[in-house]
């Protein structure tokens, strides 16, 4: 019996490095490239990670988002605020919301991505500050280093945009 499994051990080695030789050279190197390119292609054309948050109106860091996949739809939750004299409590949020502490609030959800696979749209963005709610799009630029977030109501001419940009991890 240990013979027998000795033997059909061997034979799978075997097959193993026989199907290992009839790769090419140059058919492991497209592979090894392919694999490289693919996961770049991720990184760089998601708006995945985490973001700085730049306040349109004072110019000044706000807050730091986390921006994830929950199966193919983006979720942006603050994991950090930057401005010491803003508050750490929605205060004017209403619902489930209101009166919640900032920092783990989830405040951007429903987004997917386009057919272009360039900008990301049909969700919603929460401004804390206000307590309000609009509808979103966003587009990666600058070699994926700054993230456009545009917020509005109605049509996207109807709102304002914030640059956030991309920290490293």
Known sequence: SLHNKNKVKDIATR???INIEKLSFDKIVV???GCIFSMGSIAAG???GKWQTIDDESGKPKSIIEIYSVED???GKIIELLD???SSICKQCKGERANKPLVGMIILWGVTAADNKQSWGGGEI???KKGKTYSVKLSLKNSGDELKVRGFIGAPFLGRTQIWKRLSN
Do not use: Y
């Open 84 to 86: 010491p004299d803003s």
């Open 126 to 128: 929460l401004d804390p």
């Open 31 to 33: 592979l090894v490239i």
């Open 46 to 48: 998601a708006p995945i």
């Open 73 to 75: 739809v983006l979720e």
């Open 15 to 17: 097959t193993i490095e």
